[in-house]
Every structure is written in C-alpha cells, then in structure tokens.
C-alpha cells in the first residue's frame, strides 16, 4: 500500500483472549486502515447489554452467516490438502523464493524501458511462470506497459461481471544502513517455524503468492469457473502505481467498461480487537489527498542589512498560521468509521457509554454545529481523530542560497489527507484565505491555484497531487451483495464470533486507479492466525510474516473464489 508505513493493519489478540492489551498500541500498530476506537479509561458504569428498543442499532450492523460454497469431493480434498503440514513445507518455499527476489521500486525511477532498475521485474514474473505452471497454462497472461501482469480465468458465464484480485510485484528498498539491523538478511526468507522473514513478506507478496497458491490449487481441482476471475498485479504501487495499477486499469476499463467489474479485491485492512469484541475491517473508503506548494517570493539583498521580516520569516508566519488552524473531526454520514461505532454500539460489551448516548442525534447537527460525536471520539488520539478529520502537515522546506544574502524565495510543500465527506477544493479555499491574511500584513499578492506566474512580492499557491475522497463501497447485506459474500466467506474460515464492519484506510492503494470499473472496492487482508500482533515489520527493520495466518489467507482466497463464483450477485 503506498505510504502505509503506518497503515496497514496486521493480526491483533484472539476473540477468546483474556489479554487486555491498549487499543491505541493496536492502533498505532494496525495504523488506522482498519482502526477501531475505545476510550483510554473506560465509563465507571458497564454499558447496559441492548435494550428491545435498540433494534435500530442493531439493523445498522447486521451480520450474515458463515457461508460456504457448494462443494464435491475434489475440492473437498483440496481443502484439506492446504490445511496439511505438506502445504506449509510448499508454501513456505514458495514465500521464501519470492522474498528473495529484491523487486524494490524507487522514487526517482525512470520509464520502463529505459530505467534498468525495473529489471528485476522480469525475474519475478519469471518466479511466478515457473512456480505456477498450472494458471500459466490455464489462464491468459497479458503484459501491460511491460511488467503489470494481467492473468485472466475466462468464465463459461460471459454475462457474469468478473471477479478482480490485485495485489503488487514492488517492495520497498532497505536502506542500507539497517541490513545490519534486521534478526534475519532483508531478502533471505529465512523461516524460524513461524514466520517467515524478509522485505515484501507482508507487504504483499504474501497476497500475491496466496492468490496464486489459491488459483493453481483450484484449477488442480478441476474447479472451472463460471464467472471470469481476473488477476491484477501492479509493479510500483509503493511509488503510487502511475506505471503499473494506472496501465492495467485502463485496459480493465477499456475491455470491460465502467462498473464492469462484479468487484475488487486488494491489499488493505484486517482484524483488531476492541470494546470486547473481534472485528474484521475491509477498508471500503479512503481519504483524499492534496499537496499543496507554497512559494513567498521578497526582495533579496545583503544580509548586514535585513527587513524587518524576510521571506524565510513570513514563510514561517504562514505555516505557523496553518497550524494553528487545523481541520475539525467531523464523521459525515457516508465515513466508514461511522459505520464501525454503530457496529460497536450494537454487538461489543464495553461500548463506551458517552459514545454511545451520541450516536442516536448525530444524524440531526446541522453544518453549522461542532460534530460531538466526532469530537468525543477523537479524545482518543490522533490515529483515530485522523479518520474523520484532514489532516494538514508542512513537510518540505526550502530557501535561501548563501549565508549573507537574503533569500529570494522561499519554497513549502504541505500535505493534506482529505476526510471523507470534504473535498480538496475546500482545502484550496482554506490555504488561499490564510495566505491572504499573511499577503495583506505584508502587502504582498496572492496567486491562488490559477496557474498565474510567480511575481515579486507575492505569495504562489499551486497543486501537486490532487485526489478526491475514494467512493465509498456499498455496505448493505439486505440482498446478495459483494460485502455479504465476502463477510459471509469471512466468517466461515475465522468463527461466527468474529464480527465484520466497514473499515476506512487514511493512504491511497493501487485501488485509487479502479473507481471506474466498479462500486465494490474491498482493502482487506484476509490472513491473520488469532495470535500474532503487530504490522509485522511493513516498512522496516525485520519485516516478517505468520505462515499459519498465510495460510489462512489462501484457504480465504479460496473460498471466495468459490463463494463469488456461485453467487446470485444483484
């Protein structure tokens, strides 16, 4: 996931476990794709269980029954097959061998083609072609902008929308400075008889090893699939995925049309405990994003004899004022975290009470008003209060050429991740209104996001990036939706205790390419043993992943396979 340094959420506590550990350790370690809220000390009165007349709460997180598909006794083999010490030995190998490819992408890399770092792509689409000979031999394989590999498993059903599984070639790069850090060499997949080590192990090559075990097992099964499953494996999503998932897309799109796809299945979110209770979190929304340039451009001259203020120091009264103007927590109706607290109020026994006394009037506060709930909940710390609030952070600066000569111009690039329900256009507003205030006190003018030039005396706002809020993805399980058989699939392989609700990530995937091809985006790790804690090293020293949770995570890919397959989609 690009940027998830802190994002990507990994195994928490077991549903039975008797161990309390701090929520917002948990958070900090699942890092907000899939983080979940609880008050640091909790109401001195336990929350009353649910009343009769709390049905309308308990309707807004329903929960489907553990589905399984419709079987014979090769498939049934199969199952058991991956749940046998055999298949832990091969997957194992399996795992190691793709770790030990050092497929890095780089910030500063060139095209494709021309850039001869990209090249360590085609050992690792050489590792799949002979690991995998089976879907090599059963499903089409298309090379987009050369690396981006497009498998597709043609359906009997051509009036079936298909199924798409993603997940990315790409890790990113050890710094060198840490080898000497890491308990095992970064690209060894040295395996202790738990976890297997390595850069990319968790990040993703395990769901991409995971679909493929899936794929080959099924398809040695005799399984044959009614509705056309695609594999979509990008090759830079740790760079934002331009070259790799922004190329596969538009062939997607292209062949399929909008909405033409029956759903998506990528990287993302998966449990944590909280309130009492075990939830799984598809991540089904992410936040916006806009960088913002800030140029102050002064008069310069001999630094003996410096103005009063020059631009390094109105530059600074600039930041300084975005600072102390933050964005307020406010959860829209269409947030997903909104969507976990009433999960939380109608099935988890320790629901906080003030949180809970909130949630039946929040719908009513108009704009206006400050969002209580949203300011209640965001109490419990920033990895939470980011969920449902823009957060702004100035993180490159630059000014000035020598040391007696004063700076001609000064240079900021801010940060923003846009909650969901505001738009970047309201950041604009925001920027453009605070620079002003700065621009009269020192009598300088404005170019707000118009493309004007630089000016003497002036202060330039521009763009960089620029994505809206991702669409957020239908929740119902009123009828057969997306969300119901991947809730339902979910719940056969952990257990009926555990509970599903919406999840919301603050980084951007691969998926940021796909809105047009459908409305059902799912961020979701399916992998997660009930025992292992922590984002397993993802961005750092000592990356590493729990073999028994693969393992799970293949048994989920291929029960969903088959779930979806046979599934009367509305």
Known sequence: MYEKGQLLPHPQATVSSSRQRSLWTSLVQVAAVCVLLKISVFDAFIVPRLRNDDSEILAKCEQVEPLFPKGNPALSKMDDYIASPKFLNETVSRMAAAIQIPSESYDDLGPVGEDKRWDIMFDFAAYLEKTFPLIHGTLSLEKVNTHGLLYTWQGSDE???????????????????????????????????????????????????????????????????????????????EISGAQGAGNLSKALTSRYGKDGAALIVDEGAGMSTVWGSTFALPGVGEKGYIDAEIIVRMPGGHSSVPPAHNGIGVMSEL??????????????????????????????????????????????????????????????????????????????????????????????????????????????????????????????????????????????????????????????????????????TTRAIYGEKLLMAPGITTGNTDTR?????????????????????????????????????????????SLFIRNIDQADLE
């Open 159 to 237: 009036k079936l929308k298909p199924t798409v599984l993603m997940a990315h070639q790409d890790v990113v790069p050890v710094a060198e400075s840490t080898v000497g850090q890491w308990t095992h060499p970064p690209y060894s997949g040295f395996f202790d008889g738990r976890y297997i080590w390595g850069r990319g192990s968790s990040d993703c090559k395990n769901n991409l090893v995971g679909i493929m075990e899936a794929v080959e097992l099924l398809i040695d099964a005799g399984f044959q699939p009614a509705r056309t499953l695609i594999l979509s494996f990008g090759f830079d999503e």
């Open 319 to 488: 930041v300084s004022l975005i600072e102390a103007n933050p964005y307020e927590p406010r959860l829209y109706s269409d947030n997903p975290f909104l969507s976990l607290l009433q999960c939380g109020a109608a099935h988890s026994p320790e629901f906080p009470s003030k949180l809970r006394k909130l949630l039946p009037s929040h719908g009513s506060q108009t704009c206006s008003k400050k969002d209580k709930l949203a300011l209640e909940a965001a109490k419990s710390g920033d990895i939470v209060k980011y969920l449902f609030t823009t957060s702004v952070a100035p993180d490159v600066i630059s000014g000035g050429v020598k040391v007696n000569a004063l700076p001609e111009r000064v240079r900021v690039l801010v940060n923003h991740r846009v909650n969901v329900g505001e738009r970047p256009a309201d950041v604009q507003v925001k920027l453009t209104k605070l620079a002003q205030q700065v621009a009269r006190k020192y009598n300088l003018t404005v170019h707000a996001f118009n493309d004007e030039s630089e000016s003497p005396l002036s202060i330039t706002l521009n763009t960089h990036q620029i994505l809206e809020p991702a669409p957020v993805t239908p929740t119902s399980v009123d009828a057969v939706t997306p969300y119901a058989i991947l809730s339902g």
């Open 513 to 557: 390419y796909y809105w047009d091809l459908t409305k059902h985006i799912f961020r979701y790790g399916p992998s997660w043993d009930g025992e292992s804690e922590g984002l397993g090293g993802i961005h750092t020293v000592d990356e590493k992943l729990s073999i028994p949770a693969h393992i799970k995570g293949v048994q989920w890919y």
